[in-house]
């Protein structure tokens, strides 16, 4: 389903207009002046010496003709009987009208049957003429743009409305085993909720595992921020499915910097919050979810999207994942890693010698939430975030790796203890006694035991 929404959208959305110009006149010095004119231009130019071969070039063109510019006084076919066949033709085609005599009758004939854009007398000015033309083709690229977001809207709701009755579907069928068996409701709905956020997966595969790490991020505050478990329920599955708006992103908007992307991607990418929660509201169980997801993206400023909402006006639930997003997007997507990282350096004084990738990124996305708690972020939402950080045992920086021969009693392991074969020994937080120590280095004969995190002493 994600693939043909994103080769719907990739067939719709085009990024250049080639333009066609179509000169008819019986004169062909007149034919000649206007290919002269246009002719260091990157315009297709046609050319047809009476209105019955303008027709036939219309209906010959393999490319769409964008402006067609014919002379009125022509023998067998005027200008404006030209105009009005090729309207039926090219309807989407400007038409300009050209005379050479001060003929009102065939002007207004012109205007009512051919629905000229524009006239010009001749001889005409030179620079008018194409600027009318620049203008013209302008205005045809942006009907043109608006045709086919109009268009991609249209194919991206029906995208939807077969996802959410296919989705429908699905729950009314799981809601008559669930109802006789309140523990399977709880786990159809978490596997239902787990094969949609692997549909995100699917489809843009460098957001593997972020939604499910985001949900334990939000899971984790939420039980520092003692809510309740209905609550915590809801914001657990919100964080699984927080992204599933961007099923159907292009391919440029997948693979390309936020730099890189047109207008109207940019308008598709702002849309993603309330794609979401319009996929999840079909589902009855989530209606709460669909009203997390949609408000993820506000600021605490209110300088957030899609509804510039702003403190207490955003679910708490929203704010945490917003917390839990941004912090996995520096830390594990690596997204704007670089600069959250010198900045962190920057500030503390540290070198990339002394901390290791993982670390750095951690540190980086850190200060990134305190820098931005008050404005982004809701301040008690990150010092909540910080302290299941602290004791999930993620670097501090007290935190450095060790040596075997280094441990001494009184240290604490800041991280899970594991052989180099993948052999878990002791967990992180562990108060490292002599005895503990002794076993380790006798494991380590046969089994050697690297990257040791410790502190010193409890932090």
Not at 395 to 402: G, I, P, T
Request: aromatic share 8%; glycine share 4%.
């Amino acid at each position: 389903m994600s693939n043909t929404i994103s080769n719907t959208i990739s067939n719709t959305i085009s990024n250049t207009i080639s333009h066609t110009i179509l000169f008819v006149d019986d004169e062909k010095p007149i034919l000649k002046a206007l290919q002269r004119l246009f002719r260091k231009t990157k315009y297709q130019i046609l050319i047809a010496n009476s209105g019955e071969e303008g027709i036939k070039q219309l209906k010959n063109c393999k490319s769409p003709v964008s402006l067609i510019v014919s002379d009125q006084k022509m023998p067998v076919m005027s200008g404006s009987q030209f105009l009005e066949q090729a309207k039926k033709i090219s309807p989407d085609s400007f038409r300009f009208l050209l005379t050479g005599y001060s003929d009102m009758n065939a002007v207004t004939d012109a205007i009512n049957k051919g629905e000229i854009h524009r006239y010009f007398t001749k001889p005409w000015n030179d620079n008018d003429l194409k600027l009318q033309v620049q203008q013209t083709l302008k205005q045809y690229e942006l009907i043109h743009e608006n045709k086919q977001l109009t268009a991609l809207t249209k194919q991206q709701n029906h995208q939807l409305f077969k996802i959410s009755k296919i989705l429908d579907k699905k729950v009314k069928n799981a809601t008559k085993i669930l109802n006789q068996k309140n523990k399977e409701l709880e786990t159809n709905l978490f596997n239902m909720v787990n094969l949609l956020g692997s549909l995100v997966e699917m489809h843009i595969p460098y957001l593997t595992g972020h939604g499910e790490r985001v949900s334990k991020y939000a899971k984790e505050i939420a039980h520092v921020m003692q809510l309740s478990a209905k609550e915590i329920g809801n914001i657990e599955i919100a964080g699984i499915l927080h992204d599933i708006g961007k099923i159907g992103f292009t391919v440029n908007l997948i693979e390309n910097e936020k730099h890189k992307w047109s207008d109207q991607e940019n308008k598709i990418y702002l849309t993603h919050p309330e794609t979401g929660s319009t996929i999840i509201q079909f589902i009855e169980q989530l209606e709460d979810v669909a009203n997390l997801i949609l408000c993820h993206h506000e600021n605490l400023d209110g300088s957030g999207f899609p509804n510039n909402l702003s403190e207490e006006k955003i679910p708490i639930g929203s704010k945490i994942i917003a917390v839990a997003n941004a912090y996995d997007k520096i830390s594990n997507l690596k997204i704007d890693a670089d600069k959250y990282v010198q900045a962190y350096l920057k500030k503390d004084g540290y070198t990339k010698d002394e901390l290791n990738d993982d670390q750095l990124r951690q540190q980086g996305a850190i200060l990134h939430l305190k820098q931005y708690a008050f404005t982004w972020y809701d301040p008690d939402v990150v010092k909540a975030f910080l302290e299941s950080l602290k004791k999930q045992g993620v670097f501090s920086k007290d935190e450095r790796k060790v040596k075997l021969a280094e441990l001494k009693e009184g240290m604490i392991l800041t991280r899970h203890l594991y052989t180099i074969n993948k052999r878990f020994l002791l967990p992180f937080n562990t108060f490292l006694t002599e005895s503990y120590i002794d076993k380790l280095k006798a494991i380590h004969v046969n089994d050697p035991i690297e990257n040791i995190f410790c502190q010193s002493k409890r932090a």
